[in-house]
């Protein structure tokens, strides 16, 4: 059991450089080999201890040489400008997995990673539309990623695809979507019409809650 009481809900999105279907889901190995990419959640609702983490958002961008789970990855935390000291080192303890339970997301997490980059505060747009696979984040100049629906290659219409996972450790459900993205901090690269996951989610220290 988890010594702390935290509690992230809020809308989540996963973009990396793997084809539609990200490999990872499926215990497979990454598109090209190698993992490049990010997760970003805009917190509806949240808390650590007594510190509330309401409407904050924040990102993390990763490098991985290989499939996650081989580890040597590399991540750069990217937090709201917005956020209180207090609000930016509960997001970190959260983040450490120190907080988590063995075999939980922010465990398993940082496992996998190690080389952490030093944070960067910027200011963030966040919007989200699971259902129509629209999304959109913009944190200040170091990363921005945009999510469109799949498009069908010979009508142009939108295509729908979800993965569900019972037993999943990120999320129960997600909306597959295409994503661009520009990373232009400690890890930089770019991709068009690469894989997104748009979830709704609420993790806690023993893990998925829905």
């Known amino acids: 059991?988890?010594?702390?009481d935290w509690r992230l809900e809020?809308?989540?999105?996963?973009n990396c450089n793997c084809a539609f279907g990200c490999p990872c889901d499926f215990n497979a190995l990454p598109?090209?080999?190698y993992c490049k990419g990010m997760v970003g959640m805009r917190i509806t609702r949240g808390h650590f201890e007594g510190v509330k983490l309401d409407g904050?958002?924040?990102a993390v961008v990763v490098d991985f040489p290989g499939a996650l789970h081989q580890g040597?990855?590399?991540?750069q935390p990217i937090?709201?400008?917005?956020a209180t000291p207090e609000q930016r080192q509960a997001l970190f303890n959260i983040l450490s997995g120190k907080h988590s339970a063995e075999g939980t997301l922010f465990h398993i997490f940082s496992l996998i990673v190690t080389t952490i980059r030093d944070p960067v505060f910027a200011p963030f747009e966040f919007s989200f539309d699971k259902n129509g696979r629209i999304a959109k984040l913009v944190a200040g100049d170091v990363l921005e990623t945009e999510v469109e629906p799949i498009k069908n290659p010979v009508t142009g219409a939108p295509h729908r695809v979800?993965?569900?996972?019972?037993?999943g450790f990120e999320h129960r459900a997600a909306e597959v979507a295409s994503a661009n993205i520009r990373s232009t901090g400690a890890i930089s690269f770019e991709t068009r019409g690469t894989h997104?996951?748009?979830a709704n989610v609420v993790q806690t220290p023993e893990g998925v809650a829905a």
Do not use: Y
């Open 1 to 4: 059991m988890a010594a702390s």
């Open 10 to 14: 809020g809308e989540w999105m996963k």
């Open 31 to 33: 598109t090209h080999g």
């Open 56 to 58: 904050i958002c924040f």
């Open 72 to 75: 040597n990855g590399t991540m």
């Open 79 to 82: 937090v709201d400008q917005r």
């Open 162 to 167: 979800q993965v569900v996972m019972p037993e």
């Open 196 to 198: 997104s996951s748009l």
